[in-house]
């Protein structure tokens, strides 16, 4: 793994941008795995800066989000969907068709889950994934203890991650318990992996990755086992 030292949270999303925008300029027709959160949101205001002065095209640029909550519509003010199209998808020249997040409301979720991960493999896997990590370790919404073999599928959400979230509600009693995530076995597909650690709050965490310890009970921890992963992290998470 390598690690990029940050000085603060406005560094690591300016670095985070540029690794990204390198990657785009490299591969017009890149496949890009997305995460919302608190973590991206400024490498995100910084792609469209960038796509405002520079041009950048996301024309050809595929994306697949982590994940979405179970019993959001699209349109619902506190979906993922629309948490990507309001920080990032409406300001870019990306194509609708281009852009793929799981269907929290299919009457099929279990379905909906084996299609997500049939659309992936079809477009021919995700070049780069960007992560947010939890404090508890999570990835996606993969909380403590899913298997590592897991690939895109139902979760049930911890407390902690509820509390986590509750920030982007009025109350944490809407925040959703259930979601649809991408499993630790399809991001570890992913070509590359770029992971983005900011604040106090994710210290121990990632010291706990950093150990090198491998362990379901943690599960950034088997990112030590991907062969193309470069964390940027600032000073407060160092
Ligand atoms: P955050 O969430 O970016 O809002 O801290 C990260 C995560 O829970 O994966």
Known sequence: MRIIEAIDYEHMSSLAARFLIDKISTNPELVLGLATGGTPRGTYKRLIEDHRMNGTSYKEITTYNLDEYVGFSPDNPNSYH??????LFSELDI??????LPNGVALDLVEECKAYEERIEKTGGIDIQLLGMGSNGHIGFNEPGTSFEANTHLVELTQSTREANARFFNHIDDVPHEAITMGIATIMR?????????GETKRSALKELLSGDVRESFPASVLNRHPHVTIIADQKAL
């Not at 629309?82 to 920080?87: C, D, H, P």
Request: charged residues 20%.
């Open 190 to 198: 992913s070509r590359e992996i770029l992971l983005l650690v900011s």
């Open 95 to 100: 194509q609708k068709n281009n852009i793929h």
């Open 82 to 87: 629309t948490f990507m199209s309001e920080n």
